[in-house]
């Protein structure tokens, strides 16, 4: 504009004062060398010191300052120097403290006033000549610009919402510059904008803007940095995210195995930060960030929701998670060997059924030789029996997501060594008949069935042990079945048999005979002892021998049972004698023939001697025996002779010696009754035969005293009926031999008259006595013979009863029936008898 021409002006008037100086410096005016112009600008800062050069020559006879103020013409002049001596004007002092040092001017603790143009002019003399200097300097004073101030219209704003950030200085010399920081833990400082202007626009605040901000001023003296202040993002929550620990995904979600400690962390970014609720299955179970179930259980399953809230925004969300608890079956797997298509294969079965998700089982070795494929809960795998080594062992294999180390099951296959074991019972009764096939031991266990001879299958198959019942049929006998056993590793079914059959019983005499009074035992072995059979002995009644018999004794050992007969009797115990045996199929009996036999009758006896001797207290009896026959010894017997009435009982016969060696034919009997008549027999015994008895005889009073007595009672025709006199006669008649003259004195003479037949007492008794002898034990008259001799009565005296008259005729070799009569014909006898009371 015009400022050329104002320069104009200025150039004009100081050249003017440069014109001047010279005159005034030296008083006399030397030709100007040169004189030369430079113009510079020089920056100066407020406050500080400046320093304004006067070009670069050294010593100038004189310096001459001025300045002239900024919009103004008028030059002051500011200081001088002759080049020894420099002085300052006074009025300089607006301007800073102002120095001259040569011809440089210094001012320190500038002024702003002092912006505007100073002029040097400096005289150098050179070789009597003058340089003249004029040099411009125009000098700027810079101010610096003060610390800013931050602001901002809203420090804490909702995400979205816009900031406006304000920084304001109050001074500086412009340009002045924005820029923009802000400090996170995180990031340190981070630089933000720069900007022109002291505003910084947050048109969508965002959680990433959060921070420390700063704003720094500059120019180009200095830079200045604002206080730091906050700019808190109200933000969130943001959608939740959940982590599991420890962590395990399925398709659905997470998994967790039972019984681990499970943690479930819940994280939505938020300011301020979330606060969390847990729901399980949309009930509430915790509040916090962290929900640890230390145990979990298999019922935990299901879905968990995690809230968050922001709450000074009173703003939630939530996510939500399926977790599932896995859990193990109870128990091991078991591996388990089958037979398979008719015991050919073997399956191997494999099993762990339950837990969640199913266990995977698979069979280590594979008949091809790899792994096999793997199942759930359930592997089988077949091999062909034929191939598989007895012992060979198996694996199975168990995983599962709960399983830390793999689990296995094993199998050993085996099939025991030998056959099956068959075997028949009865059982009680022989109502049931068991059949048994036993074959222990096999993996798998060996399976048998029993079969009949027809080929039919009875029962079921059963392993290791299989029984069939059926009922007990005599038509079973002889019948076989069969037990086959089967197992994959055997290539042939094995099998046994058991054959039922009857008893089989052996006699080892079919006949015995003995003599009565021994003992004999018959024995019977049961040969085939099959189902147990029992075996029986029957008696010859046909009963059942009981082991508590006295009779019997039974005696089983091993295969035999023996009956052993106690003191055989004749008759009684002979016959036949059965041993039977039975089982559920049959029965069988063998007999045996036993003949008790009677020993042959002893010879018979006759009385040679029959004496008292010493006061009728004993008497002396000597004997003979007639005819052949073998001999044991003697019984001798005795009874009184007085009889009784006839229609009373006479006294039984009493043996008073018994064991009278059979070489002896003499005895003596003492300690008798002298007011009793006693009457003797005599009888030859062969072990237990008897043999006839001898005549009955009354003991004689010693020779020359005796009979005169007896004769002249009778004689005198005293005859008294009573049992004293009949034993008269009877003694008359049975001494016939002896007195046959008194016999026929007192008989003969009746003879052919009176005609009641009559049986003397001793006939009845002598008959019963011998019968009984047969059959009777000695000295002991049984009950049967003492009532036979009780019931002798005419007519009926000589009558053998009838049981013996049978037994007589099956017993093979029995004595004779004695008759009494025999030796001395029946007499018939007709007695008046006048009683006398
Ligand atoms: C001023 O001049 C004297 C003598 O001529 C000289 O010694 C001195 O160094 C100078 N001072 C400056 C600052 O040049
Ligand atoms: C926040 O700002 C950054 C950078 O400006 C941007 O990448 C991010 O998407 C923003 N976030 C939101 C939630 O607006
Ligand atoms: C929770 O929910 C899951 C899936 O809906 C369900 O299987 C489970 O039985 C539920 N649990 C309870 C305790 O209700
Ligand atoms: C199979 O092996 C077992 C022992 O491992 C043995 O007892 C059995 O006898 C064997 N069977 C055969 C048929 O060899
Ligand atoms: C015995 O078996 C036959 C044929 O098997 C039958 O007819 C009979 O009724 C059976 N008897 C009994 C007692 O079961
Ligand atoms: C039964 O009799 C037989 C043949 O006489 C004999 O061998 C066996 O020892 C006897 N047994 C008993 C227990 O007496
Ligand atoms: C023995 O006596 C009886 C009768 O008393 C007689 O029948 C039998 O013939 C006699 N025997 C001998 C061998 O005399
Ligand atoms: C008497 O017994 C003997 C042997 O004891 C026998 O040999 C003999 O035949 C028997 N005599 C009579 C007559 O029975």
Redesign the pocket.
């Given at each position: 504009m015009d400022y050329g021409l104002t320069r104009n002006l200025q150039i004009r008037s100081l050249l003017k004062i440069i014109y001047i100086l010279p005159t005034v410096a030296y008083g006399q005016l030397l030709p100007l060398k040169e004189t030369k112009y430079e113009e510079h600008v020089v920056k100066g800062v407020r406050d500080r010191s400046v320093l304004l050069p006067c070009g670069d020559a050294a010593s100038p006879m004189v310096v001459f300052w001025s300045f002239t103020k900024l919009g103004s013409d008028i030059p002051r002049a500011v200081a001088i120097s002759n080049g020894v001596e420099s002085k300052v004007e006074r009025g300089s002092g607006v301007l800073g403290n102002v120095t001259l040092d040569n011809s440089t001017l210094e001012i320190e603790n500038l002024k702003t006033a002092a912006e505007g143009r100073f002029l040097c002019q400096a005289m150098y003399g050179e070789e009597d000549e003058i340089k003249v200097v004029y040099f411009y300097i125009e000098l700027i004073v810079l101010v610096p610009v003060s610390k800013p101030f931050l602001q901002m219209n809203n420090s804490t704003p909702v995400e979205g919402m816009p900031v406006v950030m304000t920084c304001t200085v109050k001074e500086g010399t412009p340009p002045v510059t924005y820029s923009w920081q802000r400090y996170t833990n995180r990031d340190g400082t981070v630089s933000v904008a720069e900007t022109v202007e002291g505003l910084l626009n947050l048109t969508s605040s965002n959680r990433t803007q959060m921070g420390w901000y700063t704003c720094t001023t500059q120019n180009e003296v200095n830079s200045q940095t604002s206080d730091r202040m906050y700019l808190d993002v109200i933000y969130g929550p943001d959608e939740p995210v959940i982590s599991v620990e420890p962590f395990a995904v399925n398709q659905h979600g997470f998994s967790a195995n039972e019984q681990e400690e499970v943690i479930l962390t819940c994280l939505a970014s938020s300011n301020p930060p979330s606060h969390y609720i847990w729901f399980y299955n949309s009930s509430q179970v915790y509040s916090g960030q962290k929900y640890v179930i230390t145990r979990i259980s298999r019922t935990q399953t299901g879905i968990y929701t995690c809230l968050a809230q922001n709450m000074h925004l009173n703003t939630r969300t939530q996510t939500a998670i399926i977790l599932t608890v896995y859990y193990l079956p109870k128990g091991k797997p078991s591996c388990t060997p089958l037979p398979a298509t008719n015991f050919q294969d073997l399956a191997l079965r494999c099993s762990w059924q339950g837990g969640f998700p199913p266990v995977r089982l698979r069979w280590l070795k594979s008949r091809w030789g790899g792994n096999s494929t793997a199942t759930y809960s359930n592997a089988t795998q077949i091999h062909h029996g034929k191939d598989v080594r007895n012992g060979t062992s198996y694996i199975c294999l168990a995983s599962h997501p709960a399983l830390r180390d793999e689990t296995i099951c094993r199998t050993t296959v085996w099939v025991p060594g030998g056959n099956p074991i068959c075997s028949a019972v009865a059982t009680k009764q022989n109502e049931f008949l068991m059949l048994t096939c036993d074959w222990a031991g096999g993996e798998p266990r060996v399976t048998l069935w029993w079969r009949d001879w027809k080929d039919h299958v009875l029962g079921g198959l059963k392993q290791s042990h299989n029984i069939f019942v059926m009922k007990s049929n005599a038509t079973l006998g002889g019948k076989e079945f069969t037990c086959v056993a089967a197992h994959p590793l055997l290539t042939r079914a094995t099998e046994c048999r058991v054959r039922l059959e009857p008893p089989k019983l052996v006699v080892d005499r079919s006949k015995v005979s003995l003599f009565e009074g021994n003992e004999v035992e018959l024995a019977c072995l049961l040969e085939g002892a099959y189902l147990g059979s029992e075996v029986f002995w029957y008696n010859n009644k046909n009963q059942v021998v009981k082991t508590d018999a006295r009779k019997y004794r039974l005696q089983q050992e091993n295969a035999w049972l023996n009956l052993t007969l106690r003191d055989t009797e004749w008759m009684k115990d002979s016959g036949t004698y059965r041993c039977a045996a039975m089982n559920a199929v049959g029965n069988t009996s063998a007999s045996i023939n036993l003949l008790v036999k009677k020993y042959?009758s002893p010879p018979n006896v006759t009385i040679s001697k029959l004496m008292y001797t010493r006061h009728r207290t004993e008497v002396e009896l000597e004997w003979q025996t007639q005819g052949?026959?073998?001999l044991t010894g003697f019984v001798v017997q005795m009874r009184e002779a007085k009889k009784a009435p006839k229609n009373q009982l006479a006294s039984s016969w009493e043996t008073v010696v018994s064991d009278i060696d059979p070489d002896t034919r003499d005895q003596k009997l003492g300690g008798l009754d002298p007011a009793i008549v006693y009457a003797f027999r005599i009888l030859a015994v062969?072990h237990r035969t008897t043999g006839h008895p001898s005549e009955v005889k009354t003991p004689a009073d010693p020779p020359f005293n005796a009979y005169p007595a007896v004769i002249g009672a009778a004689v005198a025709g005293m005859i008294v009926a009573t049992v004293t006199s009949l034993l008269v006669f009877q003694y008359i008649i049975r001494n016939r031999e002896n007195n046959p003259r008194l016999h026929d004195l007192l008989f003969r003479m009746a003879g052919g008259e009176a005609r009641e037949h009559i049986s003397t007492p001793e006939d009845a008794e002598t008959a019963a006595g011998m019968e009984g002898g047969t059959s009777e034990q000695l000295g002991e008259p049984s009950k049967e013979a003492e009532e036979t001799a009780a019931e002798v009565s005419p007519g009926e005296g000589t009558e053998v009863p009838e049981d013996s008259a049978a037994a007589q005729e099956e017993a093979p070799a029995p004595a004779p029936v004695p008759d009494p009569t025999a030796d001395d014909p029946p007499v018939n006898v007709t007695i008046t008898v006048t009683a006398t009371p």
């Open positions: 042959p052949s026959g073998n062969n």
